[in-house]
Each structure stands twice: as C-alpha cells, then as structure tokens.
C-alpha cells in the first residue's frame, strides 16, 4: 500500500471530523428568526433537519433498526413521528425552553455503539428509544414554535423525523451486497463518536471551559 496515498486519506477523515466539530457550534438565537420567515410547516421541518444531534440520532436509529427484523420498521417510524409531535406541542404549550442537545448526544452514543456492534435490539428496545429520541427532538424545538402555527410546526417536525428514518432504511434494506452491514457499522460508529464529540463540547459549559 502507498504510504503517502494513505496520509492523504487519513488527512480527509481529519477534516471530515473538523467540519463535524463546526457543525456542533450552536447556533445563535437569530436563526429561529430567520426559520420562520419559511412559514411555520417549514420552520418546523428545517429546525429539525438542522440540528445534527437529533438528525444523528435518527440515522443511528435507523441504521440500528436495519439489523432487526424488517417488520419493526413501520412501527419505529411511527414512533419518531409521533413523539416529535407530542414534545414540540407539549414544549409549546408549557412554555418550556432547555437545552436538551446532552440528552440526544447521549442517545446518539448509545443507538451509535449498539449498531458499531450489531446488536439485534428487540421492537420493545427500538420503540422506546424512537420515542424518547423523538421526544427529546420535540422539546428542543419547542421554543422555536414562538410566534407560529403549532399544528403545523409540529406536523413539519413530526414528517422530518419520520421521512429521516424512512429514507435511511429504504437505503439500508436496499444494500445486499456482502460488505453492507460492515459499511453501517461504520456509519453506526461514526455516529457514537460524533456523539461523544457534542457530549463533550456540552460538557465543556459546566466546567468553565467554553
């Protein structure tokens, strides 16, 4: 193998992981405005699929469910559409903000790892993380609903969540080849280090160094 044709691979996952690390900069409080001059359907699906925690854990999620039986996927789907939709209206309707990205970096690390090792979670497992996923993305985009119509931020949210797991499973049902559940495996672990990396970043806050 070429010495130097690896250096420079190794050099493009470095800045693959650079421009991770970017990602995870919050954002600043503006973009809720900027969100919702989309009008409130769109507001609620772009805050979704903006935020790189919940969108890792939806991928994670799904990549894990691509190890389990087929027949779960439905009601895992079903799970992250309803949960979304039920904590962005209950966060609105209480008038909750927190920040909740600890939360759904952990939960990243966790659907990241059980899928790096190919765990076969049972339906019981896969819904309950769906649901306490896709609560946790719910709540967080509570606050951005100020302002708009909650049906419809809820329902853009909600459809996110679930077009997010469902794409990703199509993509995942449809590798047949041998090296497939190596190349999720891989995704699946970058996913818990990503995870690792917006834990730690979190954590930086309480120790006084950010």
Not at 33 to 62: C, E, I, R
Not at 134 to 153: C, E, V
Request: proline share 2%.
């Amino acid at each position: 193998m070429n010495p130097w044709g690896l250096s420079v691979i190794r050099g493009k996952w470095r800045w693959l992981l650079v421009a991770a690390a970017a990602l995870i900069a919050p954002a600043p409080a503006e973009a809720h405005t900027a969100l919702k001059s989309m009008g409130s359907f769109w507001s609620g699906a772009v805050h979704l699929l903006t935020s790189l925690d919940q969108v890792g854990f939806l991928l994670g999620l799904a990549i894990l469910a691509g190890f389990a039986d087929r027949r779960n996927d439905a009601r895992i789907i079903a799970a992250s559409f309803a949960a979304v939709l039920l904590g962005a209206s209950a966060a609105w309707a209480a008038g909750w903000q927190a920040d909740l990205s600890m939360l759904a970096a952990a939960l990243m690390i966790v659907v990241g790892l059980a899928g790096a090792a190919q765990w076969r979670a049972g339906v019981l497992s896969l819904t309950g993380l769906a649901l306490a996923g896709g609560a946790i993305g719910g709540l967080a985009g509570g606050d951005a609903a100020t302002g708009l119509s909650l049906a419809l931020f809820s329902l853009g949210a909600a459809l996110a969540a679930a077009a997010t797991v469902s794409y990703a499973l199509i993509a995942i049902r449809a590798v047949k080849v041998g090296w497939g559940p190596i190349a999720w495996r891989a995704g699946a672990s970058w996913v818990a280090a990503i995870g690792m990396m917006i834990f730690a970043f979190d954590c930086s806050r309480y120790f006084g160094h950010r």
